[in-house]
């Protein structure tokens, strides 16, 4: 005779049996997304004369000792007026009401468009990858704010690969165009990474990483647009840059700060 205890029991049992398949069958690469979005911040400009006094520039993330984020230096280039209140800021959780940190840029290297900014607060810190360059066809993520905080901060993930190590070049319609900057880049440019990855003005400042382990391998730093900036969104290109993890190492030690 089936009681109602067995039947509870057979219940539980069932849920148990059905939870575990539901955590077994997680892949590995939903674990690790999960790990990385801690991590993912925005990075942004405090304005108190502004009609929106929080502003979302671009996309970074957390290394190191969990005080210095990351980012390009095209987020952070323009001068702060020191006529008003303004001052860098960084975003971290997720939803309609993110964390705000008191951020200070820390390191600069134009160069390389990176550059270094640091909290009070710790977060929890990506793993940089090693000095050597990631071989073409090596499968990539990439995390970070592709449409801004329109609604909400909300960080979105995409998957791709690296497709080349290329000389990074500015091309230029007319040589009387070529700055002095840009011709010793294309005398001596350094290598970046191609990338066979959707990616969007937002993005700006996320870290690409590698999809088994997560280590960060480069900081995407821009992307190839066809047409527009406003027609980017829906007609993406597919083709994006990044900037060797190499570089934030090399800048990071100059400052002296300790990195893994």
Known sequence: MIT???IYKIICVVFSCITFLATANAS????????????VVGVGLYDA????SHQLRGSGFVF???TLIATNYHVVSEPLDPQIVQYHIIFSGTGRQPKIHKAEIVAKDPVHDLAILKIRDTLPALKLGSDTYAEDGQDILMTGFPIGSILGLYPATHKGM???LTPDVIPSANARNLTMTMRNRLENPFMIYQLDMTAYPGNSGSA?????TGDVVGIINKVFIKETKEAVLEKPSGISY???VKYLRMLSKN???DVN
């Open 4 to 6: 109602k205890n067995s």
């Open 28 to 39: 590995p690469k939903t674990n690790l997304v999960k790990r990385i979005k801690p991590s």
């Open 49 to 52: 004369m502004s009609a929106v």
């Open 64 to 66: 190191g000792d969990g």
């Open 162 to 164: 690296i497709a080349a």
């Open 208 to 212: 690409i990483y590698d999809a088994e």
């Open 242 to 244: 990044a900037i060797p």
């Open 255 to 257: 400052k002296g700060y």
